[in-house]
């Protein structure tokens, strides 16, 4: 991957991105492109150019210097643009068929210019439309372990393991997340957004003592342990799937913090659309969780065992113990993203593409309910069927 600094920050416009592109040398001279700016993100644009007789295209990518969701008036770091084109390299190194090739990046333009990935469609959408992906957990196990595992000190040198984690410290966007996730909802705060109707659901929340300070245990994990290299907004947004493939894509939150976060995040995401589905078609979401975690925790494991460069870690109980609390604290984490897309500034359309307003609130209620419940009880939830069990006794 080439960084180019070269221009003065100007956000792009489709005829700007198409000239960009052919400066770049990515098409054939000549080639008939078309571009079209496809972002349906909360906060960049994103340009599809594409060579309309080959059929090939790229994806350019640009960082606004605000929340697109909010306005001009949520100022936002460009560095985000330098965070995810490095987190995408950095993920390649290890798992290059779960993310899309980066071709370039320019620092002051605040672009990453990467794999066009339109024969995928992004998971949400998909699982939305009844789709259930089969490879979807596999794949994201797989991804989470081999990641989280060989950016630990467990599993490179610990001395560049410092400096990897500070070339990812990523204050703006952990303060997103630190306020969106883990604090306003569970707060009279004014990002948050919710029907009339919730009012009273939302009230208990917010007078629930024990679930505030479980929430704050889990913000103050979030804040403080910088464990291994985040996606840290891995929510099914952020995937491209088909049947058989499947792609990372967004990592600009990411950061060094606790193991659990993106599978607490996917784990949630996964929740958020079985709760928008009627009972009898639930069974792939679970399954997808089953899955997820058991394909992390046995790739995790083997990595622990065969590649550990740490003296402690053939020490009887560590991995276990390890494997513990990344569980414990996906579970957490999930019930905080699972209240805070229903009641949070950021939404998802799994639930509020639920046309039928009594069956809408009836599943938001249902969301606050399980939510949590997660988050309280995760200390005793012992695997993953858990989830079931909360899901069906919070109906
Ligand atoms: C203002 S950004 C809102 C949300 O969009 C991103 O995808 C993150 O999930 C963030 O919390
Ligand atoms: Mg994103």
């Avoid at 990411?254 to 009972?279: M, V």
Wanted: hydrophobic letters at 40%; aromatic letters at 10%; glycine letters at 6%.
């Amino acid at each position: 991957m080439t960084i180019v600094q070269s221009t003065v920050y100007e956000p792009l416009t489709e005829q700007k991105a198409t000239a960009l592109a052919v400066r770049l040398g990515l098409f054939r001279d000549g080639a008939p492109l078309v571009c079209r700016e496809i972002g349906d993100g909360n906060l960049n644009l994103v340009f599809h150019i594409v060579d309309q007789e080959t059929k090939q295209g790229v994806i350019i990518k640009q960082a606004l210097p605000y929340a697109k969701v909010v306005g001009e008036s949520w100022p936002l770091t460009l560095k985000r643009a330098v965070i995810e084109s490095n987190a995408l390299r950095t993920f390649a190194s290890f798992v290059p068929q779960y993310v899309p090739n980066v071709y370039y990046s320019d620092e002051s333009l605040a672009i990453t210019v990467m794999e066009d990935l339109s024969h995928l469609q992004i998971a949400r959408k998909g699982l939305i439309e009844g789709k259930t992906y089969p490879l979807l957990s596999r794949h994201i196990g797989e991804f989470i372990a081999k990641t989280a595992f060989y950016t630990s000190d467990f599993g490179m040198n610990q001395q560049e393991k410092k400096k990897l984690a500070q070339s990812f410290v990523n204050p703006e966007l952990c303060k997103i997340t630190e306020d969106l996730v883990f604090t306003d909802p569970f707060f009279d705060h004014d990002t948050n957004n919710f029907e009339d109707e919730l009012r009273p659901d939302v009230e208990t929340l917010w007078n629930d003592d024990r679930l505030r300070l479980e929430a704050a245990k889990l913000k103050r994990k979030f804040l403080t342990e910088a464990d291994v290299l985040l996606h840290g907004d891995l929510h099914t947004g952020s995937i491209f799937a088909s049947t058989d493939e499947t792609k990372v894509i967004d990592p600009e939150f990411a950061f060094y913090g606790p193991i659990g976060f993106d599978l607490g995040q996917f784990f949630a995401n996964l929740l958020l659309n079985a709760l928008s589905r009627p009972e009898f078609e639930r069974q792939p979401l679970f399954d997808h969780i089953d899955r997820t975690w058991d394909v992390f925790a046995s790739i995790f494991s083997e990595l622990w065992r065969t590649k550990s460069i740490e003296t402690y870690a053939a020490t009887p109980g560590l991995l276990d113990d390890v494997l513990r609390h990344a569980f414990v604290d996906a579970v957490g984490f999930a019930g905080c993203e699972v209240i805070r897309r229903t009641i949070g500034l950021a939404h998802v359309a799994d639930l509020d593409g639920i046309e039928q307003k009594e069956a809408r609130l009836a599943a938001k209620r249902h969301a606050l309910r399980l939510g949590r419940r997660l988050i309280v009880e995760r200390n005793e939830l012992t695997g993953t069927d858990g989830f079931r069990r909360v899901f069906a006794e919070t109906e």
